[in-house]
């Protein structure tokens, strides 16, 4: 819901896994910032035929999760000293520093709110296993918050 641009990180040995479709899904119901796909450990396959089939594959399934022509960049040219080269690194940087965000209609017409910090206040006589009192501290993102508007907190539910 805050970010403006997301860097999927994908391990291309493994390929899609189900967490990351899972978290795709969820931006696609929250108004779908710029998405950017990073390929790592590129450098562990053996020769260039596989990693060529792979990166095609991962590219196709890549468009066909966002859309097409959706940026996905590649690390693992080579590695030194368990870093990826400057050069790749500062192609994504400059990609980074160059791109436009839209603004997303979800987050402008919805209110959230980013949490700093929270606190349990209710009584310490209370028994751990009965219902507690929970202080947020944040910041009220999007439109106005209303008192006495039901939140949801994802994992956990609704409240009010």
């Known amino acids: 819901k805050?970010?403006?641009?997301?860097?999927?990180?994908?391990?291309?040995?493994?390929?899609?896994?189900?967490?990351?479709?899972?978290?795709?899904?969820?931006?696609?119901?929250?108004?779908?910032?710029?998405?950017?796909?990073?390929?790592?450990?590129?450098?562990?396959?053996r020769t260039t035929k596989s990693l060529r089939a792979t990166k095609k594959t991962l590219k196709m399934r890549f468009w066909n999760e966002i859309y097409d022509g959706a940026k996905l960049f590649t690390f693992g040219g080579g590695v030194v000293s368990n870093k990826y080269l400057k050069n790749e690194v500062k192609m994504l940087n400059l990609?980074?520093?160059?791109?436009?965000?839209r603004p997303l209609v979800w987050r402008n017409t919805h209110p959230y709110l980013l949490v700093d910090r929270h606190e349990d206040i209710s009584p310490s006589s209370l028994p751990?296993?009965?219902?507690?009192?929970?202080?947020?501290?944040?910041?009220?993102?999007?439109?106005?918050?209303k008192s006495n508007q039901p939140i949801h907190i994802p994992g956990v539910g609704d409240f009010s």
């Open 128 to 145: 751990q296993t009965s219902p507690r009192t929970m202080a947020f501290y944040g910041y009220v993102r999007g439109t106005h918050l």
């Open 95 to 101: 990609f980074l520093m160059r791109v436009k965000f």
């Open 2 to 45: 805050i970010a403006d641009c997301i860097l999927l990180l994908v391990d291309a040995k493994f390929g899609f896994e189900m967490e990351t479709f899972e978290f795709l899904n969820i931006l696609q119901t929250h108004g779908f910032p710029k998405v950017l796909g990073v390929l790592t450990h590129m450098d562990q396959f």
